[in-house]
């Protein structure tokens, strides 16, 4: 006999119990299946997100930041310090702390709205009468049933051929964030936000790293203003950072560690040997165990499920969500088509704006945007105006010790509306939320031009960098 309910959630990553919650929270009986496991065997909520991405990565950049801080700038500000240490399995423990929480959040966000959670792999069993039939294989097996399921499956890593794995010589971001003590010698094959943040983790902490990117530019997808910036910072880090390599192979030994043989942008060949190697070239959509070809649900050429704009599958009243979908793998992607599509089978208008989506890098100096960059608004030949100003002239960046990087604004010639905010620089993972209010809203740059920012805060360099799309700033 299934249990039967008005939604279920299959995935309980941030797309997924975001979606459950406000299904709840409309009226409807819900329910949501996750099979991640914590250490002990119990559930383990938040998917990759909580477990082994945004949030245990955050946790180890600001412990990684800290242990900079401390053996690098402390001094400027008169604090001595003596036999500087890291003591690993601390700092990890802290991490797991972190996890936890946010895996007991969930859980108790579930009971209070009235989720039905169960702990398990959620796969398609078939349809009757209109109705969907999910099986859940856990400790316990068992069917339910609902008129409208919504899949919120996730990604994960991809694998670089001929190179599996092993999460202890070559890793993924699972592996990248559980390596038990400072490696020497660290390779990562892939400068992207994943790539960038691990490395930069484990650079603060003392090992020597050497990051590896395929594409002939880096950060192609950020203002190249920004990204230039950026390079400029990580470089004087002390990051090693190789564009336009060609992997040839692959291999891994036990006492010798990883030996990654490439070719470089100019053709050179070279061997590259670390102790450890961190791969992220990207993420593939997971489909796996969901039985979708059973079912009939379709696949696009990637593997991700195919969804129309309002995130409607091909199945009647089966949607999805996230990563398992198209657009950008980001958490808080995932949670507004969560809350979108909850809505919509509610009856409401759930609604997404890919457009005004921002996205974030979390090194140091971090890296933050929202829309369009000037590249490709020269693309399609837009006419345009900018304006940047640099933190070096900001004051209370000047007292954080922190000056690095800029906020950039590029409006439109003609209307002023703002087309794209990018920051390279201290908070500006917080900083470009003002910059998504105002494009959600379609103001212009002289509209936060006008706008009063508190003095001294970073938010005047936002302010400072709209007055200069007219070329007017009053600090630089």
Known sequence: MSKAFDVVVIGGGPGGYIAAIRAAQLGLHTACIDEWK?????????????????????????????????????????????????????????????????????LYLFKKNKVSFFHGRGAFAGQKDGVWEISVTGAASETLSARHVIVA???????????????????????????????????????GVIGLEMGSVWRRLGADVTILEGLPTFLGAVDEQIAKEAHKAFVKQGLKIEMGVKIASVTSDAKSGVSIAYADAKGAEKTLQVERLIVSIGRVPNTIGLNAEAVGLKL????????????????????????????????????????????????QHGHVNFNTIPWVIYTSPEISWVGETEQQLKARG??????????MANGRARALGDTTGMVKFLADAVTDEILGVHIVGPF??????????????????????????AHPSLSEATKEAALAVDKRTLNF
């Open 38 to 106: 914590n250490d002990k065997g119990g559930p383990a909520p938040g998917g990759t997100c909580t477990n082994v991405g945004c949030i245990p990565s955050k946790a180890l950049l600001q412990s990684s930041e800290h242990f900079e801080q401390a053996g690098h700038h402390f001094a400027d500000h008169g604090i001595g310090l003596k036999d500087l240490s890291i003591d690993v399995k601390k700092m990890l423990g802290r991490k797991d702390t972190v996890v936890k929480q946010n895996n007991d959040g969930i």
């Open 300 to 347: 696009d050429e990637r593997g991700a499920i195919q969804v129309d704009g309002d995130c409607r599958t091909n199945l009647a009243n089966v949607w999805a969500v996230g990563d398992v979908v198209r657009g950008p793998m980001l958490a808080h992607k995932a949670e507004e088509e969560g809350v979108a599509v909850a809505e919509r089978i509610a009856g």
């Open 382 to 391: 837009a006419a345009y105006k900018a304006g940047t100003f640099p933190f």
């Open 428 to 453: 500006a993972s917080e900083l470009i939320a003002e910059a998504v209010v105002a494009m959600e809203f379609k103001a212009s740059a002289e509209d936060i031009a006008r706008i009063c920012h």
């Open 153 to 191: 499956t996730g990604s994960n890593a991809r694998a670089l051929p001929g190179a599996a794995f092993d999460e202890e010589r070559i890793l993924s971001n699972d592996g990248a964030l559980r390596i038990g003590a400072v490696p020497k010698t660290l390779g990562v094959i892939g400068a």
